[in-house]
């Protein structure tokens, strides 16, 4: 098949390192038939799919019925193991059945994983060092925001910026500094998810400067909202961690640029319509979709000079591959890479419109948002997935695991023997 680019980019395609898919478990929120149709469309052409689903992926049975829903994908995919106090036995036999990477849930979100104590989280930190995996962490604090919430809700508090006000930065600052502190005593490498405020950035920096194998993300809702989004939106904006005040928007743009935010992923968290509605706001679901409407919301970005192009391509792609181990495969256009591969249009105008996403739970705060720049074709290992603005259906079951193709060697292992020899170290016995 020939391809007529004129005047369009060529890019590599985007690597979405956080997505939930709710398959198997969620399927009216989701599938992985329509989460990775919208990556198609989104020009997305690698995602990791997070484990809060039915059953959650700890366990390699779990892991099996993933990969078994997996083979509809569109896209290739990674998927996170679990990461908890009560699996910390299944953290092996997850890296050999083939999980990309892992997640640990250190605050209460959709799926209500328990957060495990810092002593099962070091324990799992050293387990997967010695693999090379990356972690990466949903760092919020959950007993901080319990007591929050519960004194707000006392309060008699319902309205949708009670959720910002049981979220203050403190609650990510405080798991963010602990996830690195335990990263930095078992060399494991870390990922700190949907970075949302001024202040994480701070120990991410430090974190960075003292050696620690740390990456961060942020997502388009915390670049592009800010608190007027709570009366805007409602309950519809309310997402973890909350989209926060103006000066944390401008920061995290600064972190863009200054690289203490290494990626861009959307965190695309599909609910429907009726679980994102709701006139009290602790009854609403949390997160929306946006592995669609990442390429174009950004694109925008680029279009309004607040971006550069190479900016973009480094932030969506190329970070992603590295940090993920998938670099030069994916992720570049080299020789030697897969051809995964988004043309765009940047001067193509839209208007996003979530009745048109291939999402199941496609209700989005950027509803009637106008975008200029739109992926017009998708390629996946040198196959369309979308063609001319279109899905590909023939394409469906196209996606593979990245697991096959990725580097992950152990972690600095002068770090890993340190905390081993202090856990094992014989206690000389007593003579005479
Ligand atoms: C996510 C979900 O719905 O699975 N929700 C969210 O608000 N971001 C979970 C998460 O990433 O915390
Ligand atoms: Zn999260
Ligand atoms: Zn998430």
């Not at 060092?129 to 972690?135: K, T």
């Not at 972190?255 to 695309?268: F, G, P, Q």
């Not at 975008?371 to 593979?400: A, I, N, Q």
Request: net charge neutral; with cysteine; proline share 6%.
């Amino acid at each position: 098949e020939s391809l007529d680019a004129r005047g369009l980019y060529v890019l590599p395609g985007a690597i979405d390192v956080h997505v939930h898919f709710r398959e198997p478990g969620f399927t009216h929120k989701e599938t992985w038939e329509t989460g990775t149709a919208s990556a198609a469309m989104g020009g997305v052409t690698t995602v990791f799919e997070m484990p809060n689903t039915k059953p959650p992926t700890g366990t390699l049975p779990a892991l099996q019925l993933k990969l078994q829903a997996a083979k509809k994908a569109y896209v290739d995919f990674g998927i996170y193991g679990l990461l908890a106090e009560d699996n910390i036995d299944q953290l092996e036999a997850l890296i050999d059945g083939g999980v990309a990477a892992f997640k640990c849930f250190m605050g209460n979100t959709f799926g209500n994983l328990p957060s495990p104590p810092t002593g099962a989280m070091l324990e799992g930190f050293e387990i997967i060092a010695q693999h090379g995996y990356r972690i990466s962490l949903h760092a919020e604090t959950a007993s901080i925001m319990a007591r929050r919430e519960k004194k707000l809700k006392e309060a008699g508090r319902h309205d949708p910026l009670a959720h910002l006000a049981a979220r203050p930065p403190v609650v990510a600052v405080e798991a963010v500094s602990r996830a690195a502190v335990l990263a930095e005593w078992t060399g494991a490498r870390i990922h700190i998810l949907h970075v949302s405020s001024a202040d994480e950035l701070r120990p991410l920096r430090d974190a960075k400067l003292r050696g620690v194998d740390i990456t961060a993300e942020t997502a388009p809702h915390y670049l592009l909202f800010d608190e007027k989004a709570y009366s805007d939106h409602g309950s519809v904006i309310r997402v973890n961690p909350p989209v926060r005040e103006l000066h944390h928007q401008e920061a995290l743009w600064r972190a863009l640029a200054d690289r203490t935010i290494d990626m861009i992923a959307t965190d695309h968290a599909p609910h429907s319509a009726a679980e994102k509605h709701a006139d009290d706001i602790w009854c609403a679901d949390c997160g929306f979709s946006g592995v669609e409407t990442q390429m174009p919301l950004m694109l925008t970005q680029v279009a309004n000079g607040r971006l550069s192009i190479q900016d973009y391509v480094r932030l969506t792609s190329t970070a992603p591959a590295q940090a993920f181990g998938l670099y030069p495969l994916k992720g570049a256009l080299l020789p030697g890479s897969d051809a995964d591969i988004v043309v765009v249009d940047l001067a193509r105008q839209d208007v996003v419109r979530s009745e048109r996403l291939q999402s199941i739970g496609s209700t989005t705060p950027f509803e009637a948002t106008p975008v200029t720049g739109l992926p017009v074709h998708t390629l996946v290992r040198g196959r369309f997935v979308m063609k001319d603005r279109t899905l590909v259906t023939e394409s469906r079951g196209h996606g593979r695991s990245v697991r096959r193709i990725q580097n992950m060697p152990p972690a600095s292992p002068r770090n890993v023997e340190h905390t081993i020899a202090a856990v094992t170290r014989s206690v000389p016995a007593k003579s005479g």
